[in-house]
């Protein structure tokens, strides 16, 4: 009697469910386990946002300088003497440079032969040359433009451009250059945008750039904000070229609050520059 009335209990007691408190205690470390899991997704989440933007503003200094230094390297290439090849607007005091340059970006070639007649040459390639066309021809050494002319006629088989009567002077020889379509590039900062101009029509490259700086080293080892000051535009032989992006994401923010910033800076040798510049 007494066995099986205590086997009844024991089975009972084994059958009781958890406790008020019990049931606290355990919805407790659960909502310490969510908050846990809730704060590595949210710093994970942050990370992750941080380093997309960062990567956006290096992304955008690599494009902004890869496209800088093209046109730098270009500059004063089949531009006539004395024409004008940099003209600087530099400060010292840590505020956004400008630079504007000449770049011939249209079609270019160089003669064949000497011309026989005074109205025609045999070129290296006509790709990009039509009738009604204006070009140029620069002696390849000086760079003295020799003649301005219309074009009239293309020849694609014999690669002759034909111009009016007359119009080719008998100091045009073998390897002198023509030229088309020159055209004036300037590169400024406004706020955080960096503006690629030419020949007065402006592009924004990007809106994450927080400075641009151009520093200018001389022949003679010195480096200086602004040769054209100084009467050393010819003496130019590399343009250090610094740009600085910044995050604009609100998660890509230091302590203080300011954005991240990321600079990366190139050196540009600058060819041709000898007797073209001017202020």
């Known amino acids: 009697m007494d066995r099986r009335v205590e086997t009844g209990m024991s089975r009972a007691e084994g059958r009781r469910g958890l406790t008020l408190i019990e049931m606290m205690i355990a919805l407790l470390l659960m909502s310490f386990v969510m908050i846990f899991i809730q704060g590595v997704f949210v710093t994970q989440r942050k990370t ?120 080719i002077p008998t100091t045009v020889k073998l390897g002198d250059l023509v030229v088309s379509s020159i055209n004036v590039i300037s590169y400024s900062l406004a706020g955080t945008s960096l503006t690629r101009t030419v020949d007065a029509t402006p592009e924004v490259l990007t809106n994450q750039i927080q400075n641009l700086q151009f520093r200018y080293v001389l022949a003679n080892g010195t480096e200086v904000d602004d040769p054209s000051a100084s009467g050393d535009l010819a003496n130019i032989l590399t343009v250090r070229v610094t740009l600085t992006a910044q995050t604009t994401r609100q998660a890509s923010r230091d302590s203080f609050g300011n954005p991240l910033a990321r600079q990366l800076t190139t050196l540009v040798r600058v060819k041709n520059l000898a007797i073209q510049t001017s202020t």
């Open 48 to 167: 992750y946002v941080v380093q997309e933007d960062v990567s956006d503003a290096q992304q955008a200094v690599r494009n902004s300088l890869s496209l800088i230094e093209q046109d730098l390297r270009s500059a004063g290439y089949g531009i006539p003497a004395g024409s004008g090849t940099l003209a600087i607007s530099a400060t010292t005091n840590g505020n956004p440079d400008s630079l504007t340059m000449n770049v011939a970006q249209g079609p270019t070639t160089y003669l064949t032969l000497t011309p026989t007649t005074t109205t025609t040459i045999t070129v290296a390639d006509v790709t990009g040359f039509a009738a009604t066309q204006s070009v140029t021809i620069l002696n390849t050494v000086s760079q003295q433009a020799l003649v301005t002319g219309t074009i009239v006629a293309v020849n694609a088989g014999a690669k002759t451009l034909t111009f009016a009567n007359g119009t």
